[in-house]
């Protein structure tokens, strides 16, 4: 039998050797992570973790992310977010799927199973994301998400990554928002999803003008923190102005269909008591939406010209026929930031129109009919109408021509647009209702800056 003295110098020497085993292991390793790849680090270490009785693999954390509080007061906004953040990021590891179709929506909406692990990755941080329930001791479900990432980048993860996934969850609900469009009144009002379907690429608009309209919506989105910093509400007004049938209502719906903003339509004829109804239709309103108040010049008088807080990412528009009959008080911006004057039909106008309407982006006439719609005053409206009676292009064209060579005659013939002289009878009736039409007119336009006052900033 060796000597106690024997044993205790051989247990001392291992101790002494497997210690320095492992401080050049744990040396090592941070140069492994650079150069090995991480899964044979994982079965060296774990190899070498059984062999000396010590865990080697590299350092996690583990985020635990609840669905609500203890008491269920409130939602966690990150494991909502989560949820549709990885309902995109679906990796091959995972092997079931929940799927299901919300009403009105045309996509369907994945989400991951209770237990399932998706992988994913985020400026060379691998993370792993798993949802978990569990029973409370009074019965409940718990919901939750764990996420584990290498401990060094724990920083990162929760300044950088996860306000990421909050911002691509919110695009994610916008892209697949269904809009709506609100008629409120004096005595109610109902809802209906909007099926218009203009965009800014069927609108037959001046290209110039439309950019300029879609590069001023895309920054108002982006200046959430830029209106909060400066102490303006996050708004934005805009006033259409133009003769009828030039496609006002149609670049409200394409604006509400670009943006995935609900549209109100303020009928505000109908309020009996001004201000307090126009009041408790304001309260009645969401962010993300498009208030829209037409023929402004006929609004009713609102008498208060103090603050309102119509809430936040909202925007107003007006429309008139007749924007020198508008107060030019109503006019400055923070009011109606914005003038858009929808004229008649252009060429380029003409050309979507046709695209829209008869597939076509090129035919023999649209030389002529470009030229006609120069020289006469014609609305994209009736050229809508022309191109719609017949789904053959050339007879629907040959239409529109015929249409426009019309409209040109009677231009010729009435070139100031006014009927042939009439008796001196009809001539004094016509300037007394005129007048009449003016006295009214000048009587209130000392009060239309009042009409919209509610809804601005002062």
Known sequence: MPSTSSVLSTCTAFAASAMFVRTVIRELQTTANQLVPKKLQEKLLSYLGKFFGEKL?????????????????????????????????????VSQLNVFKNPGEAELTVSITRGEKVIDTFEGIDLVWQFIATKTQEGREHKSAKLSFHKQFKDKVLKTYLPHVMERSKAIKNAKRVVKLHSLGGHGGSKVKLNHPSTFDTLAMDPALKKELMDDLDRFLQRKDFYRRVGKLWKRGYLLYGPPGTGKSSLI??????????????????????????????????????????????????????????GDERIFVFTTNYKDRLDPALLRPGRMDMHIHMSYCTPAGFRILASNYLNTQDHSLFAEIEELIQQVEVTPAEIAGELIKTDDVDAALKGLNEFLLRKKETKCENPSGEEETKGDETEEEEEKENQEIEMKREKKKGKRNKRISMLEDE
Request: net charge negative.
């Open 57 to 93: 693999s590299p350092q996690q954390l583990t985020l635990i992310i609840n669905e609500s509080n203890p008491n269920h007061q409130f939602t966690n906004e990150i494991y909502g977010a989560a949820e549709v953040y990885l309902g995109t990021r679906i990796s091959p590891s």
């Open 253 to 310: 719906a394409a604006m509400a269909n670009y943006l995935k903003f609900d549209i109100y339509d303020l009928e505000l004829a109908s309020l009996l008591r001004g201000n307090s109804d126009l009041k408790g239709l304001l309260t009645r309103t969401s962010n993300r939406s498009i208030i829209v108040i037409e023929d402004i010049d006929c609004s009713i008088q609102l008498q208060d010209r103090g603050k309102r807080d119509c």
